[in-house]
């Protein structure tokens, strides 16, 4: 029998889930539930990345308790949102919620820029005005200084995948939700980077569901009392984790 432990995310909650797979049937176990949501500071609209990360420990923690010793863990949240690190590694503000109102009037502005046919024929997604295409842009055009200084980007799986191992990798799912992902080279588009001027360089490789991102920090391993585990890149995308889910 193996044993898997899930961190399920939302905008308003998460939960941590074992899954117990035997004789190809699945069994799941909830080991705790925690909240989430967005925080209104200044009038800008935020997630407390840190405490999300702390609920992740709590839950390994938990599940070591309960004798739930997992084989890997994985991650899925919301798509489109994003964090930013320096050039140490550290985690330069608290990355901006999609509810955020800097957006309300991008996707015009950017249209001006990078016509909406030719922003389509690149990236095949629907246009919504918090795809990570538009937040970017924004931050851009309000000269946020956290872009002069970021080093890479890392959408919010990828962030909390980061904060456990130490690496940094995009996973498909949640890169292909940003509107900077071209679908028919499998790369990120330098024509979009280039007309909102971001650096393309701030971009991690982009993986598929099912690779080892690493093995847990020694720190988390002696907070939570867990041995030696890998996190995996599952299909990160919460809605892409469900479809995945479909017996179809």
Do not use: C
């Not at 955020?100 to 246009?127: C, N, S, V, W």
């Not at 360089?201 to 569901?209: A, E, G, N, W």
């Amino acid at each position: 029998m193996y044993k898997f432990l899930a961190f399920d995310i939302g905008a308003s909650g998460g939960r941590t889930i074992v899954g117990n797979l035997k004789d190809n049937i699945i069994s799941l176990k909830e080991i705790s539930r925690f909240y989430n949501g967005m925080m209104l500071v200044h009038g800008r609209y935020h997630w407390d990345i840190f405490r999300l990360f702390e609920e992740i420990e709590k839950g390994i923690k938990e599940a070591v308790t309960q004798n739930e010793i997992p084989a890997s863990i994985g991650i899925d949240t919301w798509g489109v949102d994003y964090g930013v690190l320096d050039e140490a590694g550290h985690i330069l503000e608290l990355p901006y919620a999609y509810r955020d109102h800097r957006t309300d009037t991008a996707m015009d502005e950017l249209f001006r820029i990078i016509p909406k046919e030719e922003l389509y024929d690149l990236t095949g997604i629907q246009f919504m005005q918090f795809n990570t295409i538009f937040q970017l842009y924004s931050a851009i055009r309000d000269k946020l200084p956290v872009m002069n200084i970021a080093r890479d980007l890392l959408f919010i799986p990828d962030l909390l995948n980061y904060l456990l191992t130490g690496v940094k990798k995009s996973e498909f799912s949640s890169a292909t939700t940003s509107q900077l992902y071209n679908p028919k080279t499998k790369a990120w588009a330098p024509e979009i980077f280039e007309k909102i001027g971001v650096r393309m360089d701030i971009m991690q490789d982009i993986v598929s569901p099912g690779t080892i991102i690493g093995e847990l920090t020694e720190e988390i391993l002696r907070e939570t009392g867990i041995p030696h585990v890998a996190v995996i890149a599952v299909a990160s995308h919460d809605t892409g984790a469900a479809i995945a889910s479909v017996p179809a």
